[in-house]
Structures are given as structure tokens and as C-alpha cells.
């Protein structure tokens, strides 16, 4: 989906649409103009970053692409932005290999923001990360959304991570989206029965809480069959489930749910 | 009675063009049957070397050098290679990460569980193919007449690590060990393979090292916990006074940050505690204690030498300067 957003790929079916206009029929200027406003960071710092490049280079490569400002404001510009991500001006001109996980991460992102973007796409930006460098890219994540009125489209498998990043949730299941609500209505009123096998399934992170509300069972199906995705593992399946697919619904102003029970379970 | 694995002072280390490094440096540790240690730990602190230490199957660049892997009292690294390799499927056992890797993909899976039995038993082919369907069935896969003549590749991940666990379980091992057994496998499905390492668990009165990097895996599953730094246990208790009760800096550091154990809310001000700093490289250790550059109670003897693992309260390990039984 994200390769989708940033036009890397076209969708075979359906729009999307950036502050109203379909991305696939913009013209080069609007192109352009939107591949400024939406960036991408990347799951694993190590294969994104080209590795013959020094920080300072990559990070300042959109700019010279694009041939914003002069030489010294480039360089001024990349400084500040290196600062603020927590790299230090004698890293400037080392390459990626001579950095952690984490600190390739943070030239990920100091490249995603030096054209100002709007919209940022992070798809899994923690998950290569060892766990005790995890939480300062959330938090730089969260300082840099603030201070610079950043929206983003968080991309995760951890359940805990998303809990604490996002405030409107969208649960996908093979594909599709199966709900969409907002954080807290997720987390304490999950409506989706996979929704609800998800965050049953998730460790609570506490060794006095081992229970599991809801048994957890069975396998993604093959795709492409008849009926709901989710009816082989489903404890509330009725008949219609195994015929028609479910559309999204929308049952209030911030909820949907793609589910013939909806709501009633 | 001796404790079913006992490990002192091991050490494997790796010969590099860069030089000597420790994987495992000096680990210490003891399990009892039908109890499951995590071993928790950030990327390239060991955690894999010590399993395969304990298998005798380390990389050919490396090699024990020091220590005692004591198994139902017999030192494992004193017997030949031949008693060895009887041990491995049939008192030890080990389930790896990726099991693409450890899976022949040109054999069906029926073949494949039937020649690791025949290896520790004298059975023939299609004795051993039924005693494959029971384990596949043991393992909780519903059609194991079918899966049998399935080849790997057209297993779901979920599917390919039920059955490395039925090869691992054909013997009924006294000790498995799972390396990372879930990393690659969507929460639903990792949460059923946990509950069925559990379930087998208890069954045989086996006992498990649970590998793993995910502090939540180790609070759902594990009884004790060895927390792992850099090449070394740090600290060593059941998994609630880890939870709970964390003595070292570092473990401390890794609960305080997990974000399930922090509130909901994107909100700037809602920040996650971090662990400042990164982890050291092995080629490139700091003097003294591993943590001392990251560790926020540091003192100012901590970079002189390095602690070693004491019992600082019953059954609590703890590798730090900040205890007083620690400094003598
Ligand atoms: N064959 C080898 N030669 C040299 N060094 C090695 C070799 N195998 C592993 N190492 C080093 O030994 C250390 C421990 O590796 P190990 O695989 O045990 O880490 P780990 O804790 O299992 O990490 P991960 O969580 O990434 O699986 C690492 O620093 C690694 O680089
Ligand atoms: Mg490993």
C-alpha cells in the first residue's frame, strides 16, 4: 500500500486522491510538487541508504536534486536537521556502514524531512531496530511530528507500537481493511472478531497477565476464495459469511467495520 | 540429584580478521526439567551462540574455550563427538529461527520427520511414516495424512514451524531448545506456537530456552530469565521479579521502554523512557562494565572492571557495581 501512495506503483483499481486531486492523473509539475510533500521511511536502514554516500551527502541529496537554496544554505539546512535527530556534526562525513541500526535510521528520516514534507510514510520504522534503540526513534518520531506539524501513515505489526503512535487505527486482514477506528475505540472496543483475535493474541507484557480472553485459532486462507477472508477462523461465522464478502460499513462518524456481524457481537 | 542443565563459565569465542571476539563470555546459568528459561537479548549479544554452544554446533570459525555444560550431571564438552550427535534429536533438541533453512525443500515432510526419527531409532520406513503422522498430529496440525506429502515450500510459516517442533519433539527430547521460534510469524500465529511449546512442554516434563529478542514473548512464556548484554548475562531471576522487581540498569531500561507497558496516546508528551546510547560492538568493548557509557546510575569505578553475576537476593543474579555484595 505504501509503494501505492508514494507512486511507486499504480493500483489496478481505485483512486487516490492528495487534498483532493487522483495522484494518477497529476501532471509532472503536480508530480513533482507531491513527491516533495510525501516521503517514505524505510523499514531497514541498511538496505535504503546508498552505502558510497556520507551522511551529509544523503541527507542533503533531495535539496540538490531538486536545487533548492544555495550551497551554504544546503549545508546550513542538513546541519540543523542532523542536530535535530540527534547526529552529531563529527558524523557528518562518515558512510552508513560506520553507524548502528538506530543512528541509520535517524539519517533515514533526517533525508525524509529536508524537503519539508506533509505526509510521512513509515513503513515499520522499528522493526529492524534492537528493542532498547526502538523507543528513542518513536519518541524522535513524535518530537519531529510535533514541531514540525508532520501527519503520518504508520505502518506496523506490533500492536503496542501502533498503540502508541497512532490516534485513528486501520486493522488489515490479506489485504483488505477490516476495521477503522479511532485508537482508544480499537483498543477497548474492538468490533472486528479479527481485531479481536489480534489484540488477544498480543503479549501483554506482564507476567500476572497471562490469560487469553479469546482462543486464538487457525490460519490465513488461500486468497481469492468465496465469502468473508476471515470465516476459517471466525467463532461467529453465519451463512452468509461463506457467500458474500463484507463491506466496509461505516457505523459512526470515526468507525467502519467490514463484518456481517457488525455491531451485533 | 544434579539440576538437568547446568552451564558454568562458558565462553566461545570467534577468530575474525578483525580479531578474537566472545560471543559468549562467561555465561553461568541452571535449569530444572519442565521449566522454561528466556533468554532475552539485543541483536548479536549472543543469544544464538549459546544454544549452539550447548548443541556443540557452533559456526567452524568459532570454538569453546572455557567452561561446563553440564547435562543431567555429564559435562557435554568432554564427550566425543559420537556421543554427541546421539544426544542432539534424541535428549536435546533445537528449533531454529527460520525453518526454510533448516528444512530440506526437496524432500516431502513426511520423508523428512521420518528420517530424523530413524536417525535415533531403529525403525523402518513406513513405521516411521506413522509415527510421523502421530507427531504431526501431537503438534496440532488437522490432516497429517495430507501435510506428509506436502514439500516445504508449500507450507505457511505457521505450518513449517509446527513441523520443525514435531521433528524437534520425535524423540521426546528432555531439553528443547527454541531459537527465536515466532520472529517471522504474523501475533496469531505466534501466540498458538507459543501455547503449543507450552503444552508440549508440559506434557513431557521437557524443559525449553525460549531465544528471544521480544520482551513479551519472555513475559507470556518463560518462569525464569536470563537478560543478556553484549556477550554476557546481566541478570538472572524468575520472570516476575524481572518484571517487576529489575535490578540491573539495563533490564531496568529495556521494561521501563517497552510500549506496552506505557500509556496510549500519540501525544508529544507522552514519550516512551529510552535506554540512551547504542549497543556496544563486540570487536570494540568499553573497559569495565559493558553498560557503564549508557548506564544512567553509573559510578565512576564501573569503567575500572568489570562486575560479575552474584546473588544479591535468593534466586536474583545480578551483574552490576551498584550492589553492595558485589564490591569486595
Ligand atoms: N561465524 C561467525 N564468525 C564471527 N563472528 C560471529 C559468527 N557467528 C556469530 N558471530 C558473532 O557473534 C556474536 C553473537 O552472535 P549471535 O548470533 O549469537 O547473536 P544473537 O544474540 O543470536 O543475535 P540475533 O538476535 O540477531 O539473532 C555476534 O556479534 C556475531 O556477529
Ligand atoms: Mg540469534
Known amino acids: ?10 493500483p489496478d483499481a481505485g483512486n487516490i486522491y492528495y487534498k483532493g486531486d487522483d495522484i494518477n492523473s497529476f501532471s509532472a509539475a503536480q508530480l513533482k510538487s507531491y513527491r516533495g510533500n510525501v516521503q ?11 552505502p558510497r554516500k556520507s551522511a551529509v551527502s544523503i541527507i542533503r541529496e533531495p535539496l540538490t536534486i531538486r536545487k533548492i537554496g544555495d550551497k551554504n544554505e544546503r549545508d546550513e539546512m542538513v546541519m540543523q536537521l542532523m542536530a535535530k535527530v540527534g547526529l552529531s556534526k563529527e558524523q557528518a562525513n562518515r558512510y552508513p556502514h560506520e553507524f548502528s541500526g538506530g543512528q541509520r535510521q535517524r539519517i533515514g528520516i533526517a533525508r525524509a524531512l529536508v524537503l ?5 510514510i513509515a513503513d515499520e520504522p522499528v522493526s529492524a531496530l534492537d528493542v532498547s534503540i526502538q523507543a528513542q526513534i518513536l519518541n524522535l518520531l513524535k518530537e519531529l511530528k510535533h514541531d514540525f506539524g508532520l501527519t503520518y501513515l504508520f505502518i506496523s505489526h506490533d500492536l503496542n507500537v501502533i498503540r502508541n503512535m497512532s490516534d485513528r487505527i486501520a486493522v488489515m486482514y490479506l489485504g483488505k481493511i477490516v476495521e477503522l477506528a479511532a485508537n482508544r475505540d480499537i483498543y477497548s472496543t474492538p468490533m472486528h472478531p479479527y481485531t479481536r483475535m489480534l489484540l488477544s493474541a498480543v503479549p501483554s507484557g506482564d507476567p500476572k497477565n497471562k490469560n487469553r480472553t479469546l482462543s486464538i485459532k487457525g490460519e490465513a486462507r488461500n486468497e481469492g476464495e468465496k465469502g468473508c477472508n476471515f470465516q476459517n477462523r471466525c467463532s461467529y461465522k453465519i451463512d452468509i459469511c461463506a457467500q458474500e464478502e463484507p463491506p466496509l460499513k461505516r457505523y459512526d462518524q470515526q468507525r467502519f467495520c467490514a463484518c456481517h456481524r457488525g455491531g451485533s457481537i | 540429584m544434579p539440576r538437568l542443565l547446568e552451564i558454568k563459565d562458558l565462553r566461545t569465542v570467534f577468530d575474525t580478521a578483525k580479531g578474537r571476539i566472545s560471543a559468549v563470555d562467561g555465561v553461568t546459568l541452571g535449569l530444572n526439567s519442565g521449566d522454561t528459561l528466556g533468554i532475552v537479548g539485543e541483536s548479536g549479544c549472543g543469544k544464538t551462540m549459546l544454544a549452539l554452544s550447548i548443541m556443540r554446533l557452533i559456526p567452524a570459525n568459532g570454538k569453546i574455550v572455557n567452561g561446563e555444560i553440564l547435562f543431567s550431571g555429564q559435562d557435554l564438552l568432554k564427550i566425543s563427538s559420537e556421543e554427541m550427535r546421539k544426544k542432539r534429536g534424541s535428549e536435546i533438541a533445537m528449533v531454529f529461527q527460520e525453518p526454510m533453512t533448516s528444512l530440506n525443500p526437496v524432500l516431502r515432510v513426511g520423508e523428512q520427520i521420518a528420517e530424523s526419527i530413524r536417525l535415533h531409532q ?3 520406513t513406513k513405521e516411521a511414516l506413522a509415527l510421523s503422522i502421530d507427531q504431526l498430529r501431537e503438534v496440532g496440525i488437522d490432516d497429517p495424512e495430507k501435510l506428509i506429502r506436502d514439500y516445504p515450500h508449500q507450507l505457511s510459516g ?16 528432555q531439553l528443547l531448545l527454541a531459537d527465536e521460534p515466532t520472529t517471522a510469524l504474523d501475533v496469531t500465529i505466534q501466540a498458538q506456537i507459543l501455547d503449543l511449546i507450552s503444552t508440549l512442554k508440559e506434557k513431557n516434563n521437557m524443559a525449553v530456552i525460549l531465544i528471544t529478542h521480544d520482551l513479551g514473548i519472555i513475559a507470556q512464556a518463560a518462569k525464569h530469565v536470563a537478560v543478556m548484554y553484549a556477550g554476557k548475562i546481566v541478570e538472572n531471576s524468575t520472570v516476575e521479579n524481572i518484571f517487576d522487581h529489575p535490578l540491573h540498569p539495563y533490564t531496568r531500561g529495556l521494561i521501563e521502554s517497552m510500549p506496552a507497558r506505557c500509556a496510549a496516546s500519540s501525544d508529544k508528551g507522552n514519550y516512551l523512557k529510552t535506554i540512551p546510547g547504542n549497543v556496544p560492538s563486540l570487536y570494540n568493548l568499553p573497559a569495565g562494565c559493558r553498560f557503564f557509557d549508557r548506564c544512567t546510575s553509573a559510578q565512576k569505578e564501573c569503567n575500572k572492571e568489570e562486575p560479575v553475576l552474584k546473588e544479591i537476593e535468593e534466586g536474583h543474579f545480578v551483574s552490576c557495581w551498584k550492589y553492595p555484595g558485589n564490591i569486595n
Open chain 2, 122 to 124: 531403529k525403525l523402518h
Open chain 2, 158 to 173: 505457521g505450518m513449517r514451524q509446527r513441523v520443525m517442533i514435531a521433528m524437534a519433539m520425535s524423540c521426546h527430547p
Open chain 1, 116 to 120: 519539508k514534507p506533509e505526509l510521512i
Open chain 1, 40 to 50: 517514505m521511511i524505510f523499514q531497514d536502514p541498511y538496505s535504503s541508504l546508498n
Open chain 1, 1 to 10: 500500500m505504501a509503494r501505492l501512495i508514494i507512486r511507486l506503483e499504480r
